[in-house]
């Protein structure tokens, strides 16, 4: 039973995830792609009522299976279609992260340290930014860590380690497989073959000694498969394979090409994750090499398994064409739990904070205060950007738009500095032990107001206008329609009802064909001769590189 110590820290780490991530999810439109993609295909399931297949533009939609998509139906339902619903799940999620990785911790080792790695995963910038978000990634990696954690809990329960496992072994099996399979119905097999991976390499390091015997993996596949069945099994019966081999073969392609232009250099992620997860990345790298004997053998055995989580990601990810900056954020859960791992042994005086991790700190501080600092006073003299963007005429264009400066923006790169020289000042009197959760905890702040202060401001240069001219098609009986460019957009904010007419599919007979209904057709600015030379549009407006055109024949 959890001692009272770990149901109040438990109480208190989900008030504190509640103030940061519940608060102002709706603050500012979803972005193209992936938050507008999925909560457009949330809308539209709650439209036809059709709960087992995904739909986008009342088509189907192959490339992720519904479990994140049911969990924003559902908070459609209670909040009414818009951004808070579409983010609201993964602040929930943020919520049953830091609870479960500090019970975890607290288990391995003891209170400090699950609160630690609770901490530095709420401390650190794009952890807490995915939790504000409306992608599918968190909760894929939440089943993911704790399928995985099972399948350990297994192995060290067979092998009679010493650790209290209440549960018999099989249960810890089965429960890892069922975790695992709501990975694979979150986004699809990714979950199956990054698990089979991890387990792959830690095989290599048993010098091959199957440590889980082939008939209890089959087990733990089994249970994987009877919860992605749910769904997988039933559409196929009910629709045929056709659905599925798109979906097949669309999780090859992301594998083996860069997907819509997301290319990116061989070190993408390595960069990624170092500056995306300050500051629990300089701490991180410190666990990668020898540190002092820990107490029980589970300890060092899972410090193992999460080392060989890491690289597996981010082996794998580096592999992968296509370079998004969450396709590495499983890596979130060891590269935290290994910060964590190397700050405890700092406040046991067991390591000393050197100059190395010192001087990666400022480094990274330093180059999110500059840019911090540098954006009100670039945002205040837009033309100083503009003229690097001469060869670009739409990111030209978005300099143009109305975004308000005051000039005052800065402060949360302030704020950064003067948490830093807390840090150190709190280092020196009141010893590690207080100045490393406040650290963690200043770095959540500066986050969060980094957020408020930034994000709408952002928006206005990015999508805004775009959105606006949608949002003003609510309710007309119209066709809205981009051309030259990819967008989700102006299905989800002109509230697209279901199709009526096949032919509005074709982007032929909308520019050119017999309409039927009044057409909006919206491009960015170095597509409008394109589209004026067709002689069917009048411009009916532009701003800030988006041009808006209405069919007059």
């Given at each position: 039973m959890p001692s009272n110590e770990t149901k109040l820290t438990s109480l208190g780490l989900t008030l504190l995830a509640g103030l940061f991530f519940l608060p102002f999810l709706g603050g500012v439109h979803l972005f193209d792609w992936d938050e507008i993609n999925f909560a457009e295909i949330s809308r539209e399931m709650l439209i036809s009522k059709n709960y087992l297949r995904p739909l986008i533009n009342y088509l189907p939609f192959w490339e992720k299976p519904p479990l994140y998509i049911w969990m924003q139906v559902l908070a459609m339902q209670v909040f009414g279609v818009g951004e808070y619903a579409a983010r609201f799940p993964n602040a929930i999620c943020g919520v049953l992260t830091l609870v479960v990785i500090y019970r975890i911790g607290a288990k391995l080792h003891h209170h400090r340290m699950g609160l630690l790695w609770a901490l530095s995963y709420f401390g650190s910038v794009l952890p807490f930014l995915y939790f504000k978000s409306g992608i599918i990634d968190p909760w894929f990696n939440l089943f993911i860590f704790l399928g995985l954690y099972n399948l350990i809990l297994f192995?060290?329960?067979?092998?009679?380690?010493?650790?209290?496992?209440?549960?018999?072994?099989?249960?810890?099996?089965?429960?890892?497989?069922?975790?695992?399979?709501?990975?694979?119905?979150?986004?699809?097999?990714?979950?199956?073959?990054?698990?089979?991976?991890?387990?792959?390499?830690?095989?290599?390091?048993?010098?091959?000694?199957?440590?889980?015997?082939?008939?209890?993996?089959?087990?733990?596949?089994?249970?994987?498969?009877?919860?992605?069945?749910?769904?997988?099994?039933?559409?196929?019966?009910?629709?045929?394979?056709?659905?599925?081999?798109?979906?097949?073969?669309?999780?090859?392609?992301?594998?083996?090409?860069?997907?819509?232009?997301?290319?990116?250099?061989?070190?993408?992620?390595?960069?990624?994750?170092?500056?995306?997860?300050?500051?629990?990345?300089?701490?991180?790298?410190?666990?990668?090499?020898k540190l002092p004997e820990a107490e029980r053998e589970v300890q060092v055995d899972f410090r193992r398994w999460m080392k060989f989580l890491f690289w597996v990601v981010l082996i794998l990810f580096t592999i992968v064409k296509s370079k998004i900056v969450h396709y590495s954020s499983l890596a979130y859960f060891p590269l935290t739990y290994l910060a964590a791992l190397s700050v405890e042994n700092i406040i046991a005086g067991k390591i000393p904070f050197n100059r190395g991790l010192k001087i990666g700190l400022w480094s990274i501080a330093g180059l999110y205060i500059l840019i911090i600092v540098a954006l009100p006073w670039l945002g205040q003299r837009p033309e100083l950007l503009q003229t690097f963007m001469d060869k670009d005429p739409f990111a030209y264009a978005n300099m143009e738009a109305q975004v308000r400066w005051m000039g005052w923006e800065f402060w949360p790169g302030l704020f950064l500095l003067l948490a830093l020289i807390t840090f150190f000042i709190l280092l020196r009197r009141k010893g590690a032990h207080v100045a490393f959760p406040t650290l963690f905890l200043c770095t959540g702040c500066f986050v969060f107001f980094t957020l408020i202060t930034f994000i709408k401001r952002v928006e206005g240069y990015s999508q805004r206008a775009a959105i606006e001219f949608y949002q003003s098609k609510i309710g007309e009986d119209c066709y809205v329609w981009t051309y030259g460019y990819k967008s989700y957009a102006h299905l989800f904010y002109s509230r697209k009802q279901p199709v009526q007419n096949p032919k509005s599919y074709e982007q032929d007979w909308l520019l050119q064909g017999e309409v039927d209904k009044p057409t909006y057709i919206v491009c960015k600015i170095n597509k409008v001769e394109e589209l004026q030379a067709l002689g069917t549009l009048k411009e009916v407006g532009r701003k800030n590189g988006f041009v808006f055109f209405e069919r007059i024949k």
């Open positions: 192995y060290w329960k067979k092998e009679q380690q010493a650790i209290e496992l209440p549960k018999n072994k099989w249960t810890y099996l089965i429960i890892g497989g069922l975790l695992l399979g709501m990975a694979i119905l979150t986004k699809g097999p990714a979950a199956y073959l990054i698990t089979g991976l991890t387990l792959g390499v830690y095989w290599v390091y048993k010098r091959f000694r199957f440590y889980i015997n082939v008939p209890q993996f089959v087990l733990f596949t089994i249970a994987a498969f009877l919860i992605t069945g749910l769904w997988f099994g039933i559409e196929t019966i009910k629709n045929g394979p056709w659905f599925i081999t798109e979906f097949t073969r669309y999780q090859y392609r992301l594998f083996s090409t860069p997907d819509a232009g997301h290319g990116g250099f061989p070190g993408y992620h390595f960069v990624v994750l170092l500056v995306g997860c300050f500051p629990a990345s300089i701490f991180a790298i410190r666990a990668f090499f």
